[in-house]
């Protein structure tokens, strides 16, 4: 399932609006296997976030996920730290993202979308 081109998305309409937006998390609504020079119409950065982290398979390992995406590049770590946990990893940058938002400019309103299948961290502030 790839989200459809004539459908705008809540990024695309904040954006219009003076916001910046991020995506930590699973991207699903893009297609990647089909897709021969890796950056999709549907992929985050072209829908609408600033700023995307996560992967966009449906599936993916918690403690070793095999790659994630920075904006539209795909990163493989060799190595993943002791303890590593994809969500800890995915609340980190969200907030790593908006941080470096209000320090570029603190009056520009920002938008973040956090989102992992499985919840393990408490909100921490940003």
Known sequence: ???????????????????????????????????????????????????????????????HPPTLMVDNSEVAPERYPDGYYLTDDLTDRAVSMIRSSKASDASKPASSICASGRARTTARQA
């Open 1 to 63: 399932m790839e989200l459809p081109e004539d459908v705008t998305t809540i990024p695309e309409t904040l954006r219009a609006q003076g916001y910046a937006s991020y995506m930590s998390a699973s991207g699903t609504c893009a297609r990647t296997s089909t897709i021969p020079d890796r950056v999709a119409r549907s992929w985050p950065v072209q829908r609408g976030f600033d700023r995307f982290y996560g992967f966009l398979e449906a599936f993916s390992n918690y403690h």
